[in-house]
């Protein structure tokens, strides 16, 4: 598993709340604690929360399947999430897993409680949903993401026309149900789905990608935004389907944190006014 890629999540005040919630839920640990930026430690993975403001919603667009080892284990979280929440697909018993449910908890993030087989080493898996323009599309965004990551690959797929509980004969027989993949280590899920959903990739739920130099920076930043992507502020960028991505070099982390206050701030104010991030441009700052 690679913790250089976690999901970021967008709140509007309440990140903190969240993070104690779900430190409690999964019996996790918060790792940073700033009133804009909280990281949390669940399961040995990393999840950044964001106090952004009140511009993006999360939504079901990218949910969290977390993967249980017991039929307790699943009950358990879910009895948690469910307060102040809304069950998308009650627990029960399905074709794919003995126990499972879907939920959207009180701070508008889902899950999918599943009992089953880890790949690996990850127990939460973030799961793609390509709908309205994007319906079809998961198998090509599979192989868009694989190409461009090291240490990637596309694993199980099962589509709709390979029948099962759960099948919908208004669904094209050739899209994908659900299928597995791998960037640069760390795993994901997707699926199409032809549903006229109230909403689609945003901001509201990003990945982030920790980069190690400028020519990773530059490399993963080109092929993201090639094909019908757009540039955005602060390192952030929208890939051609619309899922958005911040592309974050560690030495920006570094001098963020620098114990020079002074020093610190020049260089965030030289971040808010990039779009991709540009180390030698950040250094500059930071020795002004």
Sequence with gaps: ?????????????????????????????????????????????????????????KNASISFMVICETEDEVQKYWDQLI????ALMPLDSYSW??????????????????????????????????????????MEAMNFYT?????????NILKYKDGGEGHDITEDPGNVQ????????????????SYDHQFDFNEGISMVVMTDNQEQTDLYWSHLISGGGRESMCGWLKDRYGLSWQIVPKRLIELMNDADQEKAHRVVQAM???RKIIIQDLENAYNS
């Design 1 to 57: 598993m690679n913790n250089n890629i976690f999901p970021c999540l967008w709140y509007d005040g309440d990140a903190k709340q969240s993070a104690d919630f779900y430190c409690k839920v999964f019996d996790g640990k918060i790792t940073t604690d700033t009133p804009v930026v909280l990281n949390i430690d669940l399961f040995g993975q990393k999840l950044m929360l964001l106090n952004g403001g009140p511009h993006f919603v």
């Design 83 to 86: 307060q102040d929440g809304i």
């Design 97 to 138: 897993s003995k126990k499972y449910g879907w939920v959207r908890d009180q701070f508008g993030v889902t899950w999918q409680l599943f009992l089953g087989e880890k790949a690996g080493d990850q127990k939460i898996i973030p799961t793609l949903m390509f709908i309205h323009q994007n319906n079809g599309k998961a």
């Design 147 to 155: 190409k461009i990551f090291p240490d990637s690959r596309i694993g």
């Design 178 to 193: 659900h299928a597995h993949f791998v960037i640069d280590g760390y795993s994901l899920f997707c699926m199409d789905n």
């Design 272 to 274: 808010m006014k990039m």
